[in-house]
């Protein structure tokens, strides 16, 4: 089995709070940096085991990772064997198809030296281990940039801020949690480096660590729902709110309540949604469908069969991620509801903290990102780019097929992009024992 008491939390289970800082510093002083790291930060980092019972969990968990530049600073060179990784998501910009001009600085620049990750079930809980931290590790890091995510308010919480349930179908792990109906199951090696399904020589040091690709990515609430209204389908049988949030489910692939469309293609289903015997025991086949051109069911373009495409791809493929990530900034306001825009305040950008873990990125997010969310036709259909998450080069106009279900063979034109890359990096999340043995020291 897996040493769960050594692989920080966040990485199999997810802290799962109401509230998730992330602290983005640079390191000042390495020497007094490493010794704090692993005399007084490392019994603050919680593992796996201690997520895994309600009653070990801490009131506020804490995790950490580190950039390449990080590491670096910390005086550790050897080769991860991933040169994401050690480039830096900046490199990565262009070909993840961003536009840095829509970066926020401190992603830009080299300073990040690694993260924080601090959650709890409130803002007091998550301030106060922070200023423990930062009066413990004193001048010898330095913020750069934070980013504090939050769950949405009420009944809308477990929801992102285009409303749909997030969280349902991140992969079930060979030998540590047993699989859900429909659920991938993968190779412990997929997530964690120097597991028994990674292929890639690492230091022995960075065994039951993974890859943490994080990505500010800002949400056009009010342009999405408007063009939920403007361009909703006919079905004659729902009203015209109806159609478009029927538009809205064909781009995601669930409904908001989390239902699958390839369940339930025409009515959401809360039951369905509700139930995780059923809510991801799909795979876009259906018996009488030739599974290879129907779209009756789910489009092929839709977010979650782009980027798990299940037995599209013979169900069988190394490009599995673990995502951990929460909403950030406010509630949609009314003036924004009303004229159909994001406000132009930065205090009012709103969208999603993305965290994804794994042991390869290249396999992994970037290859969700670029070979199937943004590629039109990865197969043989030209099913066109992810209407949620796909970017047409250089940003211009998308275009999706399969999202009208009364005529699957149309393809949508999209001519803006309702998620923004506000830039991110690529960090590594060690297991506790290399903070204590090889980090610190
Ligand atoms: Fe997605 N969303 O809320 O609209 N995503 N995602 N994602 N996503 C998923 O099934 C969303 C992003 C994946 O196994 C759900 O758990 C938003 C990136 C994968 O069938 C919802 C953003 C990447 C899955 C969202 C965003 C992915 C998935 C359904 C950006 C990778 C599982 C809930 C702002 C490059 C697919 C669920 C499967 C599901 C949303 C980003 C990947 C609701 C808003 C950048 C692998």
Known sequence: ????????????????????????????????????????????????????????????????????????????????????????????????????????????????????LLASDTLDNVNNLLTQIQSTLG?????????????RPGDQAGHEHFGF???????????????????????????????????????????????????????????????????????????????????????????????????????????LAADPQRNNNFNYTHAGFDFTTDQSHCPFSAHLRKTNPRADLGGNFPNHIMRAGIPYGPEVTDAEAASGSSSTDSNLERGLAFVAYQSSIATGFKFLQQTWANNPSFHTLNLGQDPIIGVAPGGGV???????PQNTAHATTINQDFVISRGGEYFFAPSLSAIQHTLSV
């Open 398 to 404: 998308r275009s999706s097929g399969g999202l009208n």
């Open 139 to 151: 001048s010898s890091i330095s913020e750069v940039y934070r980013i504090q995510g939050q769950a």
């Open 165 to 271: 349930m997030d969280g349902i179908s991140n992969p079930a792990i060979s030998g540590f949690s047993t699989p859900l109906p429909g659920q991938a199951v993968v190779a412990p090696g997929i997530i964690l480096v120097g597991e028994r399904g990674d292929g890639t020589r690492r230091p022995s040091w960075a065994k039951d660590g993974s890859f943490l690709a994080f990505r500010q990515l800002q949400q056009r609430v009010p342009e999405f729902n408007k063009f939920l209204r403007d361009n909703a389908p006919t079905e004659p049988n729902l009203s015209v709110d109806q159609n478009a949030e029927l538009l809205g489910a064909r781009m995601m692939g669930r409904w908001k309540s989390g239902a699958p469309v390839d369940l339930a293609p025409l009515a959401d289903d809360p039951a």
């Open 1 to 116: 089995g897996l040493n769960l008491t050594d692989i920080q939390g966040d990485i199999l289970v997810g802290m799962k709070k109401n509230k998730e800082l992330f602290f983005f510093f640079s390191i000042a002083n390495a020497q007094a940096f490493k010794s704090h790291l692993g005399a007084d930060i490392l019994p603050l980092i919680t593992s796996t085991t201690q997520l895994l019972s309600v009653n070990t969990q801490p009131i506020t968990t804490l995790n950490i990772a580190f950039s390449q530049n990080g590491l670096t600073a910390m005086g550790r060179t050897d080769n991860l064997g991933d040169s994401l990784f050690s480039n830096g998501q900046l490199s990565d910009a262009s070909s993840l198809g961003d536009q840095t001009a829509n970066w926020v600085s401190a992603f830009a620049g080299t300073d990040i030296d690694g993260v924080l």
